[in-house]
């Protein structure tokens, strides 16, 4: 069975902090990993990545994929306040026998609280 | 607002009724996707359309489950006979085809059910 997961479920940081999350996966027909950001509403988009150790950053996020390990880690630093949310792994599987559509499977995601 | 958009955005019902949700993709997507996410947990597919076609559908989509996109553009997701089970947030997505096999699936506000 595919699956997603991701620690820890829940980090509480002072502002400031640098913080990592994990996530690993088992599915098949891996494609992509994307991480996305969610404050009690729909996600929002923040990564996709494709390639092995290839480093996306945007401000003080990064992200980094270990196909071989199947892993993927989120950093943000210098947290603020306003970076509390839920953050969420999801891997982006090609539907078997077809190559133009797929589906996304997610993790549970981690709960992000930063204090100021 | 040229996003995706569902309604209603909160449903209360008794055990047992029929509930009907909307979902308006981005207006060029013509790929449009149901996930579920119930508290604490990352969103579950639940089916894809593309254009009118369904094309995939998750054992998690019941038979008390139905979803239709009738002209390849709003879609709707009925569930008959409603159980406890069944409170969660719906999401909707839309995506395109343009482009290379991914292509960033946005997300609506979802709908909210609880079911007493």
């Known amino acids: 069975e595919d699956k997603v997961v991701q620690s820890p479920l829940s980090l509480v940081v002072h502002e400031g902090d640098t913080v990592t999350l994990n996530c690993s996966y088992e599915?098949?027909?891996?494609?992509?990993l994307l991480w996305y950001k969610q404050e009690k509403k729909a996600p929002t988009f923040l990564f996709m990545l494709t390639s092995s150790g290839i480093e996306k950053k945007s401000g003080r996020l990064s992200s980094i994929l270990d196909k071989k390990e199947l892993f993927s880690i989120l950093n943000i630093t210098a947290t603020q306040t306003g970076d509390s949310a839920v953050y969420l792994c999801a891997v982006y599987q090609v539907v078997a026998g077809g190559t133009s559509y797929g589906k996304l499977t997610f993790g549970q995601g981690t709960i992000l609280t930063v204090h100021p | 607002d040229t996003g995706v958009s569902q309604n209603p955005r909160h449903k209360i019902t008794k055990r047992g009724q029929n509930v009907t949700f909307r979902c308006d993709p981005i207006s060029e997507h013509n790929r449009l996707y149901w996930y579920r996410q119930t508290l604490g947990q990352g969103p579950e597919f639940l089916t894809y359309f593309q254009n009118e076609a369904q094309l995939e559908k998750s054992r998690l989509l019941s038979d008390r489950f139905s979803a239709e996109r009738p002209k390849g553009s709003f879609s709707t997701l009925e569930i008959q006979r409603t159980e406890q089970g069944d409170s969660a947030m719906y999401l909707c997505?839309?995506?395109?085809?343009?482009?290379?096999?991914?292509?960033?699936?946005?997300f609506g506000p979802g709908t909210r059910l609880t079911v007493l």
């Open positions: 997505a839309s995506s395109s085809t343009w482009g290379g096999a991914y292509n960033e699936q946005f």
């Open positions: 599915v098949t027909n891996f494609r992509s």
